[in-house]
């Protein structure tokens, strides 16, 4: 493990980490923690518990609250709103040839309507109402707002720029939380940004596959809808002053792209957004947790500065780090469900000492575990601690 002195203060640890600078030690920072942030009372709280835990963690712009209950609780950031035009109507019915009830939403824009319809399983978490972006239509819609060219006219009214009050009250909250990362030393992450994913939402993402060769002008247009969108919502948060802004990327793996066509489809607009975080000073993650080793050299020639959600049962670590680890950051290398919320504490502890042994010679190496710790239980909190504890070991 790569060490230097004096002692690194957290911001500083992870930055040199980011920078493939020396470090103190491997920083260890959880990119997601739901099992905690459940049992706080708000955000400033979860952030203090993990100091406490002695984690590098980071402050994120905005923040986000314990509970959060919206129509894009999928996509971490700023609110995302429609153009003043929109009228949103919605009802529910049993059609004759669906066994489940299905919610039914229309969005009548200046530039047509568009419909989505949904079946209504028992765990569909949201009442009677479908929200705009969010995992759960995807797996259950029999219709999306979106499904052909003639419909982008009126997504574009479904994704309008940051409203002058939504980016106050960003800055506003933004000062509380940027005193709280100085006083503490923390680094500042941002985002969350979104491209291939959010056509999960409202396209769907088998079809996504397909018109990659049977419509590519008509994906590519609807991707570059997403980036301009992306990329205004981006401005907002970089002008805060954040150390790092943070794309999602969990659909823009090998599941839905071939490598040509990643390279074709997602690589230049991921190098525009690479370039927009670079000249405000900022670094860019690049959130992607499985089926990405095919990836890897593209994402590195993109600039990407860190990948997120290096997951040891999807990756060959020492392959990865041997192809982009002088290159691009790697942050993660335990698993968070199987390992840490239903292993072992010796399986922790082995999985820790694999990650540092293998990722952190050399540096550019960020500990976590991959993608979440969604849960608190006694077992949990045993087997955090003892990834903390080994870690610790390893300084």
Same mark, same amino acid.
């Given at each position: 493990?790569?060490?230097?002195?004096?002692?690194?203060?957290?911001?500083?640890?992870?930055?040199?980490?980011?920078?493939?600078?020396?470090?103190?030690?491997?920083? !260890?920072?959880?990119?997601?923690?739901?099992?905690?942030?459940?049992? !706080?009372?708000?955000?400033?709280?979860?952030?203090? /518990?993990?100091?406490?835990?002695? +984690?590098?963690?980071?402050?994120?712009?905005?923040?986000?609250?314990?509970?959060?209950?919206?129509?894009?609780?999928?996509?971490?950031?700023?609110?995302?709103?429609?153009?003043?035009?929109?009228?949103?109507?919605?009802? /529910?019915?049993?059609?004759?040839?669906?066994?489940?009830?299905?919610?039914?939403?229309?969005?009548?824009?200046?530039?047509?309507?568009?419909?989505?319809?949904?079946?209504?399983?028992?765990?569909?978490?949201?009442?009677?109402? #479908?929200?705009?972006? *969010?995992?759960?239509?995807?797996?259950?819609? @029999?219709?999306?707002?979106?499904?052909?060219?003639?419909? $982008?006219?009126?997504?574009? !009214?479904? +994704?309008?720029?940051?409203?002058?009050?939504?980016? *106050?009250?960003?800055?506003?909250?933004?000062?509380?939380?940027?005193a709280l990362a100085r006083r503490h030393d $923390? +680094?500042?992450?941002?985002?969350?940004?979104?491209?291939?994913? +959010?056509?999960?939402?409202?396209?769907?993402?088998?079809?996504?596959?397909?018109?990659?060769?049977?419509?590519?002008?008509?994906?590519?247009?609807?991707? *570059?809808?997403?980036?301009?969108?992306?990329?205004?919502?981006?401005?907002?948060?970089? *002008?805060?002053?954040?150390?790092?802004?943070?794309?999602r990327a969990w659909y823009e793996n090998t599941d839905f792209w071939t490598p040509?066509?990643?390279?074709?489809?997602?690589?230049?607009? $991921?190098?525009?957004?690479?370039?927009?975080?670079?000249?405000?000073?900022?670094?860019?993650?690049?959130?992607?947790?499985?089926?990405?080793?095919?990836?890897?050299?593209?994402?590195?020639?993109?600039? #990407?500065?860190?990948?997120?959600?290096?997951?040891?049962?999807?990756?060959?670590?020492?392959?990865?780090?041997?192809?982009?680890?002088?290159?691009?950051?790697?942050?993660?290398?335990?698993?968070?469900?199987?390992?840490?919320?239903?292993?072992?504490?010796?399986? #922790?502890?082995?999985?820790?000492?694999?990650?540092?042994?293998?990722?952190?010679?050399?540096? /550019?190496?960020?500990?976590?575990?991959?993608?979440?710790?969604?849960?608190?239980?006694?077992?949990? @909190?045993?087997?955090?601690?003892?990834?903390?504890?080994?870690?610790?070991?390893?300084?």
């Open positions: 493990m790569q060490k230097s002195s004096p002692i690194l203060s957290s911001r500083e640890r992870m930055l040199a980490a980011l920078d493939g600078l020396p470090v103190d030690h491997t920083p !260890c920072s959880f990119m997601l923690y739901n099992g905690l942030k459940s049992t !706080c009372n708000s955000y400033e709280e979860f952030v203090l /518990r993990q100091v406490e835990l002695g +984690l590098d963690t980071c402050v994120q712009l905005p923040g986000r609250p314990p509970v959060v209950v919206n129509d894009h609780y999928n996509l971490h950031g700023l609110p995302v709103r429609h153009d003043p035009a929109v009228e949103v109507v919605e009802w /529910r019915e049993t059609p004759g040839d669906e066994e489940l009830p299905v919610l039914f939403k229309e969005y009548r824009t200046p530039a047509g309507t568009l419909r989505v319809e949904v079946r209504q399983t028992d765990d569909w978490r949201w009442g009677n109402h #479908v929200p705009f972006l *969010d995992d759960y239509i995807t797996s259950r819609a @029999r219709r999306f707002p979106v499904n052909g060219p003639a419909d $982008l006219p009126a997504l574009r !009214c479904l +994704l309008a720029e940051p409203a002058a009050a939504d980016v *106050d009250a960003f800055r506003a909250d933004a000062e509380s939380l940027l $923390l +680094l500042v992450t941002g985002g969350w940004g979104v491209g291939a994913d +959010l056509i999960g939402w409202v396209y769907g993402l088998e079809r996504m596959v397909y018109v990659t060769y049977d419509q590519p002008d008509f994906l590519a247009e609807m991707l *570059d809808i997403i980036a301009t969108w992306n990329r205004a919502r981006m401005r907002v948060v970089l *002008d805060a002053g954040i150390d790092l802004y943070v794309k040509a066509a990643w390279r074709k489809f997602i690589q230049p607009i $991921l190098a525009a957004d690479v370039r927009l975080a670079h000249e405000h000073g900022a670094r860019l993650g690049y959130l992607i947790t499985a089926k990405a080793m095919p990836l890897l050299d593209l994402i590195a020639e993109a600039g #990407v500065d860190v990948i997120i959600g290096v997951d040891p049962r999807e990756w060959d670590l020492a392959r990865a780090k041997q192809q982009v680890g002088d290159r691009v950051c790697l942050w993660g290398g335990v698993n968070g469900h199987l390992t840490v919320e239903q292993g072992d504490e010796a399986e #922790v502890r082995s999985e820790v000492r694999r990650a540092l042994e293998t990722l952190a010679p050399g540096g /550019r190496f960020i500990l976590s575990p991959v993608d979440n710790v969604r849960e608190d239980s006694p077992l949990i @909190r045993r087997n955090v601690a003892a990834l903390i504890d080994e870690w610790q070991r390893g300084w």
